[in-house]
């Protein structure tokens, strides 16, 4: 209908015309290929899992307490990137496992364990 309007604005009653029909028609068809196209370009469930894992295993290392620098020098012994550790730390602070107690200093939350879960029942 956005194409009718466009095309014949002046009139009371719209209709779609048939040519409108099939180039709205001809859109979705290129946006459906184009919407599968990325879709094959986003990692695969299993690299999900293994990012998962991996930020998993480097909270089990991590102390109780401890510091930005401590992290890194964690990750680093475990063959973690300083950008790698970072986006973990991150994203364990939104997972509310870690908590900023101040600018570069954390702490792990208490009841969680090191897969994650929780302590309490």
Do not use: W
Not at 7 to 31: A, G, M, N
Not at 71 to 100: C, D, H, M, P
Request: proline residues 2%; aromatic residues 8%; contains cysteine.
């Amino acid at each position: 209908m956005t194409l009718s309007i466009l095309r014949d604005h002046s009139e009371d009653v719209i209709y779609c015309k048939d040519i409108d029909f099939h180039i709205t028609l001809d859109l979705i068809d290129t946006l459906k290929h184009h919407s599968l196209a990325v879709l094959s370009l986003m990692p695969q469930q299993e690299e999900a899992e293994k990012e998962t894992k991996s930020s998993q295993q480097f909270y089990a290392f991590l102390p109780d307490k401890f510091d930005a620098s401590t992290a890194t020098k964690i990750g680093k012994a475990n063959e973690i990137s300083r950008r790698q550790v970072f986006r973990y730390l991150n994203e364990l602070v939104e997972e509310k496992k870690l908590k900023k107690i101040k600018m570069g200093t954390y702490q792990k939350v208490s009841g969680m364990t090191d897969t994650g879960t929780s302590d309490t029942p």
